[in-house]
Structures are given as C-alpha cells and as structure tokens.
C-alpha cells in the first residue's frame, strides 16, 4: 500500500516538475543557489578552522616538546656537572692513595642523591677505585664487561650515556635495584705520581627521566617518548608492553626524523609526530598525537557545523517553497482564470486581480479583454438574432395566405374558362416561386435566382391583375452569378403593383434594372405610380413599417436590415420618389459571386 | 488540500531532521565515554602481590576512561563492575575461561630446565599450604620428572612462616633430596634461608618473580626462576576487556612465562619484566 503510494507520489513530482511550473523553477533554483553557498561557505570555515586549530594543537605540542628538551637538557646538563665537579675538584686534585676521595664521593653524592644512584671510579683495568653510596662490588662482576666501560674506551674524549638499565654492580642488603642511566668519561687518575686512566661512572636514578615523562604524558592527548641516537627507546609509557611484543612503536622510523613536526602513518593510523633532538647526547624527544585525537575536540564542532547546515538547508527549503507559493499564488489563480475563460466562462468580476503590481495590471487587463470579448459576442448573437429573426419574417411572408388563396383562386377561375394552358403556367409559376422562396433553406443565392423568382411573381401579378401593368427586366449578365440575399426584389415589386401601378390602367410600367457600378451591384425597382410622399418616404426603412393592408408584409425596413445584417451598413436599400412620377427603389450590393462569398470575402463586407 | 500537504511534508521533514541530527549528535556529538568498571578477584590478602599485573591492566587502559580495582575475591558480591577477570595463584582467567598461563606446560618446561642444568636425582616440590591452584603444576613436574627417572616428591608445607621455616630446614637437613623446587614466594623465601643455614649444595629453584626471588637468583641462592609475565597478563585483558580485540591472537601464542638464571637475569627482555621501576 505504501510502495503504490510512493509510487504515484513519485510520478506526480515527476509530471510537476516536467510542467516547470514557475513555483517549482523560483524555489527550485533559489534553493540551490542557496544551499550550493552555504555549503561552501560551511567547509571553508569548517576546513580552515579544523586546520587552524590542528596546527595550533601541534605548534602548543612543539612548545611542550621545546619545554622537555629544556628540562631533561638541564638535568644531563646537571649530571654532567657534577661529573665535572667530581673530576677536576676531586679526582684530578687527589692521588688515588689518598682517603679523601671516598670522602669527596661522599658528599657529592649526599648533595645530589635524589638524582643519583652511584656514583664509582674505576680504573682501566676494571678495580673499583671509590664509589658511593656502596663501595663494594658485587660478586662475580666485572665492570670491564659492562657495555658503558666498552664504549667509553671506545671514545675517550665524550661523555657517553647509556640506555636504561638495572644497576647490579654493587652490592645491596635490600631487594631493591634500580634502573639507571649511566654518564660515563675517561679519567685521568694520579696514582703515586704517575697518571693512570681510568672511567668515572655517574649512575643517574632513571625514575627522574621517567617522572619527567609521566608528568607530559598525563595531558591525555597523544605521548612523548625518549629515544636514543640509534632509535632505541630510553623512555616510553608503554615500554613494558612495547618489550613484550603486544605493542609496537614506529622508533626506528622516527630516528632519522629531523627536529620539527611530520606525519607519519604507523600501523595504519595517521600521526602528527614532533621531534626534538637533546643536543649533548644526540637523544630525541618524539611526540606522537594520531590524527584522530587532533580531531576529537572538533568533533562537537564538526556535529554543531554539520547540524547547522541541515537546519539551514531545511529552513532554505521551506521558506524558498513558501515564499515562491506566496510570489506565484497570484500567478495561478491568474491562471486559473484564464482557464476559466477558456472553458467559456467570461464573467469579468471572476478574473482574479491581486498581487504584485505587474500581476495587478495582468488581471485588469485581461478583464478588459473579457469585457471587451464578452460585448462583440453579444453583439455578434444579437446580430445574428436579429438576422434570424428577419429571414423568420420574410419566410414566414412568403407564406402569405392572401396571395395563396388569390394566386390559386385564379388558377381555378382558368381551369373553369378551360384556359388550361393558362391555369398550367400560372401553377408553374407559382410552384417556381415556392421552391427559390425556399431555396433549400439559403439566404443566400445568385442574382439570377432572385430574378427568376420576380419573374414567377410578375407572371402570376400580371395574370391576376389582368396586365394591367408591364414589367421590364434588365439585369446585366455580369451580374447574375453575382449572390444577393433572397426576397429582396419581390417584394419591391409587389410595392410597386399594389402602391404604385396596380390602380392605373394599363399605364403601369416596372422597370428592374440590375448593373454593375463601381465595382458594386446596383438592382433598381422602378414605377412610374404616383410617388410616395415625402413625409412617408421617410418612415418606410424604420422598423415595423407595414404595408397598408396589402402585400407579403415584408417590410422595406426588412430589406434594408437583412442587407445590412449580411453586408453591412455600406450596403442596403435606398427609396427615391417623385409625387405623380413615380418610386426607384435601389438595392446596392457588394459584387462576389457565390464562390468568394462561401470563401470568406463575404463576410468581410 | 495543497495546504495539508505541505503541511504534512513539513513534518514528516522536520521529524527527518531531527533524527539526522541526533545521530549527528550521538556520532561526533561530546562523547562522554562510558566508564568502564574492571576488577581484578585476585587471592591472597596483600594486593602488592600483584602490584605488575595492576602495572600492566592500568597501562592498557590509559586513556579509555576505564576504573581497574584489585580486589580480594572474598569481597566479589560487594563488588560492582562491567568486567571481571578472576585471578589465582598469579593465573589470570582470559575472556574465553581458560587461564593465560598453563601450568602444567610451565611446570614441564621448567622442570626439563632442571633436568638440563643440575645433576639431580631426588627432587622435592614445596609449597605454603595444599593449595590446590598448585595441582596442574605439580602434575607437571611430576610427569617430566618422572619421565626423566628421577625421584620427585610434593611436600604441601604449614602456611605458618615460623613452621614452615622449620620444616624447610629439616628437609634440607634431611639429605633426602638435592634439589627444591619452590612453588611460591614463602616456600622459595624459607628454603632459601634454610640452604644459607646448613646445606648449600641442595640447589633451589622457584616459581616467583617477587623482587625477593630476583635478589636471591641475583646472589646465587637461587639457581634458576619460573616466572609469569604478569604485566602483559594484566595488558591483554584490559585491553580486550576495552574491546580491542587485535590482542587476542598474541594472547594465544604468547606463553606469558619465562624461565630466567643468572646469565639472562640482566638481558634487556628479562629486565624489563623483573625488574619494575622503582621511583
């Protein structure tokens, strides 16, 4: 149920975002601007602090370093003074015969016992001329063995120092035994007046060394150890570890290091490593911090750094979502209502206005438009309203009972007379009337239909009204093809009959003329009948002026409109008349045959 | 409805965040390392007993905020601690339950020492009170020696330090045996002064690295000592305890004991385990 949740989630994000709507591109890109920044800015500060501060973390641990190498600089320094005390106040002064030297031993000894274990003379072949604080040797040692006396026959213008180890020279009534660095020279020692060598051994308590080192590296972070010039450990917190084989120190490596900081990778593990040559003894001081510890106290930072950004990101997310929903809410109900007018609604008051400025114009504009829309339409149904409701009354006049009963009356008068012939023209006739009075239901047809129609109605007329009158039809042929609208010139014609020459006697004449005058079509009805008032004239295009009594009823204000209604207001019917001379009704029509008018040119006009 | 989903999403966003950024927390956040409680049930009332595996268990847990008590095993149940590891006679019982040191393979190896450098017949095994951490020792010995032809006899000895230098003189003035092999600190320490007393050609070796039995090997009383390295003992069970299981492996091959005489006593490895620093 879920993954088909997810599922359709997924493909509305995906069919949104393919929309791009504008809320999605605003908040969209704003957030990655964003987010891209403030990612940036972050791990700059971030990384330039982390660095900053693990090159202040090792810059405060070379300082610590400098401060060790100071210290146990001046604890050698010191035990090398008092092996310079002891040898040109004591053992240069002194023949070897003398007491005074054991004496001397003594106090020196006494005066520095904290840092002392021993202190002995010894002479080149290994007697033991003087020590303190025992001066009895340990059965079956022999000093000439020991690695110290070997190195300093070796060279015998240094001091030498030892590595640490366990004193077992001289005798001891406890269980104790101490571990001891031995500083060791060459003497020259007076015997009877004679110059003997022999090695003055200054045994320096260890536990001084090591209490140095356990003060540094109770700081918790990282350790120091003390190595010798050939990188054997003379100090390490874990030494014991280190010898049991459960540990293992990177010393050999770190022996050919030069003093200054380095990283190293032991055992898989980044280290910053300082070092710190002693300079007498060629003994360096390494200080070791992995990597990881340097780091340790950034951590709460890099997790408040890491916190802040995924606020961050989550308040630039939502605002960027909210604010671009409150920009584009306009937008869309602006768009909402065009699509309201696309479905047909055109209520102006319902198209949205608010917002920005530059929206608040869209929306009145667009108001305009509808309003603007909304009137032509209603113009446009009204014109075709009243198109309809035009052709309804012509159509509805050709079906005029009074000429029906009258045409058809004579038609029987004739079948009576057995004027056959008559009676079948006449039928004829009237049947041609009806069918273009029709015409399929068009409004529109050729010239020549419209005259073929007259001609049907004068031919009844003329029998009915006895040929009282004479009828002329004239229409250039140029014109025939040309479209008109239907019933326009019958019923000019039955004006003609029943207001102008149907009461004269046999005087009557109707002229239809039909020709082409700048490049329009101009069909003129015309009788000789006694006029039409001026006062009159003037009323016959207003609306629902009715014929008096007789004929189809289809006012002239009909012909005018319906032309009008098709053609425009360029086009329609004119009256002209003289009293006692006669009636020119004049249709002007635009000229285009049926083909341009069904083309659209029509309707252009 | 737009609205109740952005609502929605915002939720479900910032309860995605909040659970992002409490592991964030939990991972680099300020850890305030647990502290981790191990005790040492150690036998014998003097805790200076095990003053090198202390050494050793408090260097392997420097820097991992972690608390090492030795504590007599008589007070166990009043004691509360995340780890335990029980230690007898100077064995120290790993994780998996067996003990770091064998010994019967000590006592075999030692015994074969014995064997190679003395010309013994008839050895004595001593030590203060029937303790019966001794049997897997004592077994030892008895099979080696056996093995070898030699006679070889336990005598378990009064815990009483008056009557057991007694009778430790009376079996070095008894002549029945040319050899004592001291199980422990008391026995060592009592046959050593009887030897002084009367008889110096019974040679004594024991199974102690108390800084007595260095003194004693270091002027010759005794000839030979078997000893435990209690300090890496103390380390590598620290160190798994604090989860750091790259120790293991060693822990099984390493045998956690050595054999030291006179001429190896000052070399640098034997040195570092004997001898501790004395401040």
């Given at each position: 149920m879920i993954t088909f949740d997810l599922k359709n989630q997924f493909k509305k994000v995906r069919h949104a975002s393919k929309r791009r709507s504008i809320q999605l591109i605003i908040s969209l890109s704003f957030t990655i601007v964003a987010v891209i920044s403030m990612v940036f800015v972050t791990l700059a500060i971030y990384t330039s602090y982390i660095n900053t501060a693990r090159q202040t973390t090792i810059e405060n641990n070379k300082q610590v370093i400098d401060q060790m190498s100071w210290t146990v600089n001046s604890y050698l320094r010191n035990m090398m003074g008092i092996s310079n005390s002891m040898y040109y106040s004591v053992i240069k002064n002194l023949d070897l015969t003398s007491d005074t030297m054991n004496k001397e031993m003594d106090l020196l000894y006494e005066a520095n016992k904290d840092d002392l274990i021993s202190i002995a003379c010894i002479s080149q072949d290994g007697a033991l001329i003087s020590a303190a604080p025992i001066a009895t040797r340990k059965t079956g040692v022999d000093f000439t063995e020991q690695d110290w006396f070997l190195s300093t026959e070796e060279k015998i213008e240094n001091f030498h120092f030892s590595k640490p180890h366990v004193q077992n020279m001289f005798e001891s009534s406890n269980y104790r035994y101490y571990w001891v660095v031995s500083l060791t020279r060459s003497v020259d020692l007076n015997y009877m007046g004679y110059t003997r060598r022999g090695i003055l051994l200054v045994d320096m308590n260890y536990s001084a060394i090591e209490q140095m080192f356990s003060r540094v590296n109770e700081r918790g972070a990282g350790y120091v150890y003390l190595i010798d010039s050939d990188g054997d450990i003379i100090y390490h917190p874990k030494q014991k570890a280190i010898s049991g084989g459960l540990l293992q120190e990177n010393n050999m490596e770190a022996v050919s290091y030069d003093d200054g900081s380095h990283m190293e990778k032991f055992l898989g593990e980044k280290r910053a490593v300082v070092v710190k040559t002693i300079g007498y003894t060629g003994w360096k001081i390494v200080s070791v911090m992995p990597v990881s510890e340097l780091s340790a106290p950034f951590n709460q930072f890099r997790a408040f750094m890491i916190i802040i950004v995924t606020v961050s990101i989550f308040l630039i997310v939502f605002g960027n979502i909210i604010i671009s929903k409150i920009v584009t809410e306009p937008i869309r109900r602006l768009e909402n209502s065009l699509k309201s007018i696309e479905d047909g609604s055109l209520e102006a008051d319902e198209v949205y206005i608010g917002g920005s400025h530059e929206i608040r114009h869209l929306g009145r504009t667009i108001r305009s438009l509808v309003l603007q829309m909304r009137d032509l339409m209603d113009e446009r149904v009204r014109e075709q309203k009243e198109k309809r409701k035009s052709e309804l009354n012509a159509l509805q006049a050709q079906i005029n009972p009074h000429f029906l009963y009258n045409t058809l009356d004579s038609v029987i008068w004739m079948i009576e007379a057995e004027k056959y012939q008559d009676a079948i023209s006449m039928i004829t006739s009237l049947a041609s009337l009806f069918r273009i009075s029709l015409s399929?239901?068009?409004?529109i047809i050729t010239i020549k239909d419209e005259i073929t129609h007259a001609r049907n109605y004068l031919a009844i007329q003329k029998v009915r009204y006895k040929n009282k009158f004479e009828a002329n039809i004239d229409i250039d042929p140029a014109i025939e093809d040309c479209v008109t609208i239907k019933l326009i010139i019958q019923p000019l014609i039955e004006n003609a009959i029943y207001?102008?020459?149907?009461?004269l006697d046999d005087e009557g004449i109707i002229d239809i003329k039909g020709y082409e005058k700048d490049e329009d079509i101009y069909i003129e009805v015309r009788d000789n009948g006694m006029g039409i008032p001026p006062e009159t004239l003037a009323n016959?295009?207003?609306?629902?002026?009715?014929?008096?009594?007789?004929?189809?009823?289809?006012g002239l204000w009909n012909i005018n409109q319906r032309i009008n209604l098709y053609?425009?207001?360029?086009?329609g019917l004119t009256l002209e008349s003289e009293l006692d001379e006669g009636t020119v009704a004049t249709i002007h029509l635009p000229k285009m045959t049926m083909d341009e008018y069904m083309g659209g040119d029509g309707n252009e006009k | 409805m737009k609205n109740k989903k952005l609502i929605r999403l915002f939720v479900i966003s910032v309860l995605l965040l909040l659970l992002f950024d409490s592991i964030i927390n939990f991972r680099y956040g300020v850890k305030r390392k647990d502290l981790v409680k191990i005790v040492f049930l150690v036998d014998g009332d003097n805790p200076n007993d095990y003053e090198n595996m202390k050494a050793g268990a408090i260097s392997a847990g420097e820097d991992k905020n972690c608390l090492i008590d030795f504590v007599n095993i008589s007070k166990e149940e009043a004691t509360e601690a995340d780890v335990y590891f029980v230690v007898a006679n100077h064995n120290l019982r790993y994780y998996d339950g067996t003990d770091m040191v064998d010994d019967f393979s000590l006592a075999e190896d030692f015994s074969n020492y014995v064997l190679a450098n003395s010309d013994c017949d008839s050895i004595l095994l001593v030590s203060?009170?029937?303790?019966?951490?001794y049997v897997n020792a004592i077994e030892g010995f008895k099979t080696s020696i056996i093995e070898s032809g030699r006679k070889v006899e336990y005598r378990p000895l009064s815990k009483d330090v008056k009557k057991l230098k007694q009778s430790m003189y009376n079996l070095e003035q008894s002549g029945l045996f040319d050899t004592v092999i001291a199980l422990d600190r008391p026995s060592l320490s009592a046959a050593v002064e009887a030897n002084t007393r009367i008889n110096p050609f019974v040679k004594i070796y024991g199974v102690d690295n108390s800084s007595e039995a260095v003194y004693y090997l270091d002027n010759g009383s005794v000839e030979a000592l078997a000893y435990k390295d209690e300090y890496s003992m103390g380390y590598t069970a620290v160190r798994h305890a604090l989860k750091?299981?790259?120790l293991d492996k060693i822990a099984k091959e390493k045998s956690f004991y050595y054999i030291a005489d006179r001429d190896v006593l000052y070399s640098d490895d034997m040195e570092m385990v004997l001898f501790p620093f004395v401040k």
């Open positions: 399929k239901g068009n409004n207001h102008a020459v149907g009461d016959l295009l207003v609306e629902k002026t009715k014929s008096g009594g007789k004929g189809s009823g289809i053609f425009k207001n360029d086009y | 203060s009170g029937d303790n019966k951490e750091d299981y790259s």
